[in-house]
């Protein structure tokens, strides 16, 4: 007998079908000389530090670095695993041969390769390697078997990985536990959840130490349109410019010899009304007109992390319910293999997208455009270069059937993604117009789309909330050389913090180790030393809130007491630097490539972990971690509009902080003074803003989001 094992139950029913096996047995469906099992995910795991010396058991800082001379693996403890082990312990030790089904990536070839060793397998293996459960792809992945061997790397990465978190993550969080917790309390330590909280908690100091400062804005409104004042450059940011150049010097523009023209920004209100008086009277006059054509791409396929950010953004979906959307829409055939950080395609796949199209009936209005004539063929969509194991999450062209709402919307954003790639470049004409006043020069900018091309599939798409800018503006024709009155104004405006992390800009900083980057070319170059993998970063989100490290307010994520002061006492940066930890991540994905070594990263790794142990020792300072525990929590929200929760069999998300316990507690309005003494205190109006000083009030720094706050002083 041939035995197949598959890393679900639904998915051996999938392959029994396929290969004629009808019959159902306990564990196993037998027929046409197959037997297809299955696990349950991870049926083993690596041995708890008791198990390799009795001394390890109980906690005591005398007892680190704990570092087993030969990692072993166990069975979960659990009556079911254990049940169906050796059901497939039974069948394997009697098979003559063992075809691998397990997920085509490196933790469905950990999970399957730890089952196969503990049941003693000793026959020859064969791997099924397919990115859709689609009949057709079942079929042609058995048809093209691959031998085991070609996966030892991927086996070998997926076990670095494994015993490198198992390594830090046991030492460094009974480290940190006795060393600085208190009450009974676990200092959780991970390899990437670690470096992951370090990037939120840097970014919420960053606000919190953020001093707003007041500047003024001039333009003015010449024919109904309003130009702003060109304002030059300040130091600082040429040299923000320069350094950003440095790191990506493929980003370097040409720059021009008047690029930083304009008047120095107006930082106090008596120069801004000087200069506005100064041109108030004198006509306008435009002095230049340009307007050049271009061309837009249609946005990237999706690959794991981008699809993500975009239900993150779209939807209010965290990291981890769009993985179990997508999972739940690749096991009902309708997508491909979700766990991908490409979004490019092979060319493998270009002959068979007139059909996948054809199978999106529901998109005909999209799709019959495209019926009947070559496809085009884009090499930012087709590149063999770009695709290894995997290609970006396409439709499989299966006609979707019983979707839930919300696997509706993430099959709709993929389906969108994959047709409008076919489609012809936007058209557009871009249009600047510069005028002046008395020396002072402004400037307007307006876009207008020529031709949609692939924009026509997103036409239903609402812009994003604070994207609308002058340029989707079309502006009236002007000529150069033409003059008149005109109307100016000052604007008083405020710096404004950097924003706090969403999920979704939090997937993008840790797909780039920390380097928010929007240009899709750089963040592919990022990607490599991205922290985590895609398919383990909704995790890594997931622990954080767990452990109670972060909560979320609205769409934010804020680190809690317990997260920021866990944050300040590790001086270790190899804890929780993202960058540093990328690189970490950089040698897995080249173990997996073969140009690095398992057995110099474990190496380093050791070494890496005595040092830690050896520095958190040393230090007296008897420091203590704030606990924060359920009690000031409030139960997550339930769906809104009775949409249901995705089908989940992990445990779900621990209930977070709500508005109220997120918010530093806020002075009533009555109570404040009037004095410098409530700058930088919690807006008692909003909750959200502080408190900042006009020229003649006290105000909210979320002013310009609406907030009312205003108490005036005494000049």
Not at 168 to 181: C, F, I, P, V
Request: hydrophobic share 35%; proline share 6%.
């Amino acid at each position: 007998m041939i035995v197949c094992i598959a890393e679900k139950p639904s998915v051996a029913r999938d392959i029994a079908d396929v290969l004629g096996a009808k019959k159902r047995k306990e564990g196993y469906i037998e027929g046409n000389g197959y037997q297809v099992t299955w696990t349950f995910g991870h049926l083993c795991t690596l041995k708890e530090p008791h198990e390799y010396t009795p001394s390890w058991k109980s906690w005591s800082l005398s007892s680190l670095p704990m570092i087993p001379p030969r990692f072993g693996i166990k069975l979960i403890n659990d009556s079911g695993i254990e049940k169906q082990f050796h059901i497939i312990e039974k069948l394997m030790q009697e098979a003559e041969m063992i075809i691998n089904c397990g997920d085509a990536g490196q933790e469905g070839e950990l999970i399957q390769r730890w089952v196969m060793q503990k049941a003693g397998a000793k026959c020859p293996v064969k791997r099924l390697w397919i990115s859709s459960l689609t009949e057709e792809a079942i079929r042609d992945g058995f048809a093209n078997l691959k031998d085991q061997a070609e996966f030892q790397p991927l086996y070998e990465a997926g076990l670095s990985r494994a015993i490198g978190d198992w390594t830090l993550g046991m030492n460094a969080t009974r480290l940190y536990t006795l060393k600085y917790g208190q009450n009974k309390q676990v200092l959780s330590i991970g390899r990437v959840q670690t470096p992951t909280l370090a990037l939120i908690v840097k970014r919420q100091q960053e606000i919190e130490h953020f001093v707003p400062k007041q500047y003024w804005e001039l333009k003015t409104v010449y024919r109904d349109t309003v130009f702003s004042a060109i304002v030059r450059k300040s130091d600082e940011e040429l040299a923000e410019e320069a350094e950003k150049e440095k790191e990506n010097p493929s980003s370097k523009k040409k720059i021009q010899p008047d690029a930083n023209r304009g008047i120095p920004q107006i930082t106090d209100e008596q120069t801004g009304k000087e200069l506005l008086e100064r041109i108030r009277n004198v006509d306008f006059t435009v002095t230049e007109v340009s307007s050049k054509k271009g061309t837009e791409a249609p946005p990237r396929l999706f690959d794991l992390t981008s699809l993500q950010v975009e239900c993150n953004k779209k939807f209010s979906y965290s990291a981890d319910m769009t993985l179990q959307l997508i999972q739940s829409l690749y096991e009902k055939k309708v997508a491909t293999y979700p766990r991908v950080d490409t979004t490019f395609l092979s060319d493998d796949i270009y002959p068979k997208c007139p059909k996948i199209l054809e199978g999106l009936k529901d998109y005909a209005v999209y799709t019959t455009a495209l019926s009947g004539k070559p496809l085009i063929k884009s090499k930012k969509v087709f590149d063999n270069s770009k695709v290894t194991d995997h290609h970006a999450i396409i439709p499989t062209g299966v006609q979707p059937q019983g979707l839930s709402d919300m696997e509706k919307r993430v099959f709709d954003l993929i389906a969108r993604r994959f047709i409008a790639v076919f489609y012809p470049d936007c058209k557009f004409s871009t249009t600047t117009v510069i005028g002046e006043a008395d020396r002072i020069e402004f400037k307007v900018t307006g876009k207008q789309i020529l031709e949609p091309g692939w924009r026509v599939i997103f036409a239903k798409d609402v812009p994003e909330e604070g994207k609308e800018n002058e340029e989707e503006s079309v502006l009236p024709a002007f000529n150069k050389g033409e003059s008149g009155p005109h109307n100016p104004i000052l604007n008083e405006k405020w710096t404004q913090p950097p924003r706090p992390y969403t999920e979704a800009t939090l997937l993008r900083a840790m797909e780039t180790a920390g380097k928010l980057v929007d240009n899709d070319e750089l963040r592919d170059a990022l990607k490599e030393n991205g922290i985590g993998r895609p398919s383990t970063r909704a995790a890594i989100i997931e622990t954080l809130f767990k452990r109670h490290y972060i909560r979320k307010e609205r769409k934010n994520l804020i680190a809690t007491p317990t997260g920021v002061e866990l944050i300040q006492l590790i001086h270790e940066e190899l804890l929780k630097s993202a960058e540093l930890t990328g690189i970490w991540e950089k040698k897995l994905r080249e173990i997996e490539r073969k140009s690095y070594d398992a057995g110099t990263f474990l190496a380093e790794l050791k070494q890496m972990v005595t040092e830690i142990v050896y520095s958190v020792l040393r230090d007296n300072s008897n420091r203590r971690v704030t606990v924060t525990t359920d009690d000031p929590l409030k139960k997550a929200a339930a769906p809104k509009n009775g949409e249901e929760e995705p089908k989940k069999k992990a445990a779900p998300r621990k209930p977070r902080a709500s508005k109220k316990a997120a918010t530093p507690e806020a002075p009533k309005e009555d109570n404040l003074p009037a004095d410098d003494s409530i700058l930088g205190k919690a807006c008692p109006v909003c909750g959200t803003g502080i408190i900042i000083k006009g020229k003649t009030a006290y105000g909210c720094s979320q002013w310009k989001n609406g907030c009312k706050f205003r108490k005036p002083f005494k000049a």
